[in-house]
């Protein structure tokens, strides 16, 4: 089944430590991407990826990393997270960067206290 | 600055029609997709407009004016199923930006 995979799916960590979120995708697509879901806000782009080793900064890039070491692989990394990075995160990926529909993971909720 | 509008709340009754509206502000404008997002759920794609015109599929149609930076969804013959949050977004170069969302209320 052609999908996006997200985990963990829920995550409650405190203030300071490290923790990585892994998203990989089994479509062969060359594009993927991070997004934050917070209320009243839609969702914000936090980086993208057009093709293995090319990442670039969306609107929210302050506070995470990523890497783009295999194409089926987009890791999201908080080196050090805040209570303000309490969201939802979705991973995405298209067949690239050009293409109009992105396919979602089913999400990870992070809570940081 | 770049954003995008839209209602974010709309009621209507099942079996009847729905308009959502959605304008937008942005550097780049390459299309307006529309999503549909359930209850916990992950958004999933509806309809991609790159041209002026309606484009149709099924009981949803979606609508773009670039010269009014307008577009919208337009759902038929609703279903309580389509009890959703409903976003426009921008394809930006290769970023999508996003409206920050409209609830679909369904009244049996």
């Known amino acids: 089944e052609a999908q996006v995979t997200q985990n963990p799916r829920y995550l409650i960590t405190v203030t300071g430590k490290k923790l990585t979120v892994t998203c990989s995708q089994n479509?062969?697509?060359?594009?993927m991407s991070w997004y934050r879901q917070d209320p009243g806000l839609g969702l914000r782009q936090i980086y993208y990826s057009m093709n293995v080793e090319v990442t670039d900064k969306g609107d929210v890039p302050e506070g995470y990393k990523v890497s783009r070491k295999e194409k089926r692989n987009f890791p999201l990394i908080l080196e050090s997270p805040s209570p303000n990075q309490t969201s939802l995160y979705f991973c995405?990926?298209?067949?690239?960067?050009?293409?109009?529909?992105?396919?979602f993971g089913p999400g990870t909720r992070l809570t940081v206290t | 600055g770049q954003s995008l509008e839209q209602p974010s709340e709309v009621t209507a009754v099942e079996g009847a029609i729905v308009q959502i509206n959605c304008t937008y502000q942005?550097?780049?404008?390459?299309?307006l997709s529309w999503y549909q997002q359930h209850d916990g759920g992950a958004p999933t794609f509806l309809s991609y407009?790159?041209l002026d015109g309606l484009e149709e599929t099924g009981r949803f149609s979606s609508f773009l004016s670039r010269s009014d930076s307008y577009g919208y969804l337009l759902l038929q013959e609703l279903q309580m199923k389509d009890s959703a949050s409903y976003f426009c977004?921008?394809?930006?170069?290769?970023?999508?930006?996003w409206g920050a969302g409209t609830k679909l209320i369904i009244k049996p």
């Open positions: 942005t550097s780049g404008f390459y299309g």
């Open positions: 995405a990926s298209s067949f690239s960067g050009d293409s109009y529909e992105q396919y």
């Open positions: 977004a921008v394809k930006d170069n290769y970023q999508l930006i």
């Open positions: 479509m062969n697509h060359e594009y």
């Open positions: 407009n790159a």
